[in-house]
Nanobody, 131 residues
């Protein structure tokens, strides 16, 4: 079993920044080298959407257009932690943010992840952006 725990959510004013962390622990029978770590978010009354991913092995990153240039995903192999640095936050970024892992994500050729691609999920952390 793989466990994911998110940290760093909170209330921030528009234009501000937050950094989310996701600590990965446990075993899956696969090596970290095949993992892709993703961040998703679910706004009130909406479906959960993919926003960013990083390959654990080569560090390649992927973003949806709505966050490109404002959000940065990264990983620290030594700490088994994935980060989402969020800058220039907007009220429409208000959502519960989830960390998730695709155990075979290195083989993803879409460069985009759906909920069903992910094998394990964190419980989420709430980010609220006020005007």
């Amino acid at each position: 079993q793989v466990q994911l725990v998110e940290y760093g959510g909170g209330l921030v004013q528009a234009g501000g920044s937050l950094r989310l962390s996701c600590v990965v622990s446990g075993r899956s029978g696969r090596t970290f080298s095949s993992y892709s770590m993703g961040w998703f978010r679910q706004a009130p009354g909406k479906e959960r959407d993919f926003i960013a991913a990083v390959n654990w092995n080569d560090g390649n990153t992927y973003y949806v257009d709505s966050v490109k240039g404002r959000f940065t995903i990264s990983r620290d192999n030594a700490k088994n932690t994935v980060y989402l640095q969020m800058n220039n936050l907007k009220p429409e970024d208000t959502a519960v943010y989830y960390c998730a892992v695709d155990l075979d994500g290195i083989y993803n050729r879409r460069n985009f992840w759906f909920d069903y691609d992910m094998d394990y999920w964190g419980k989420g952390t709430l980010v609220t952006v006020s005007l």
